[in-house]
Nanobody
Framework: QVQLVESGGGLVQAGASLTLPCAAS????????MGWFRQAPGKEREFVAA????????HYAESVRGRVTISRDNTKDMVYLQMNSLKPEDTAVYYC??????????????????WGQGTQVTVSS
């Protein structure tokens, strides 16, 4: 079993930067891919970024490409989402997720096997 705990959320001004950490536990084979998703009020959950745990290969949503960096520290079982130039439309609950398969698409929420509780990010104008 995998447990994921996100943190680092809060209230920030537009244009600010924020880094969200996710602490992962459980066997590495159960989290071969780590992802970040977000869900804004009244919106469906959407993909933000993903990274292969062993390969380090990254994927980004086009809506955040250039402003977001996903990274992981294998020795600490941590994954991070760094966000720059935050906009009010980035306001959402951000979720850390893990999936066993490297073959299934990383953009699809139902392809992930484990989820954290989420952390709220609010960007004021």
């Amino acid at each position: 079993q995998v447990q994921l705990v996100e943190s680092g959320g809060g209230l920030v001004q537009a244009g600010a930067s924020l880094t969200l950490p996710c602490a992962a536990s459980g066997r590495t084979f159960s989290r071969r891919v780590m992802g970040w998703f977000r869900q804004a009020p009244g919106k469906e959950r959407e993909f933000v970024a993903a990274i292969g745990w062993s390969s380090g290969r990254t994927h980004y949503a086009e809506s955040v490409r250039g402003r977001v960096t996903i990274s992981r520290d294998n020795t600490k079982d941590m994954v991070y989402l760094q966000m720059n130039s935050l906009k009010p439309e980035d306001t959402a609950v951000y979720y850390c997720a893990a999936k066993l398969s490297v073959a299934e698409g990383v953009l699809i929420t139902t392809n992930y096997d484990y989820w954290g509780q989420g952390t709220q990010v609010t960007v004021s104008s």
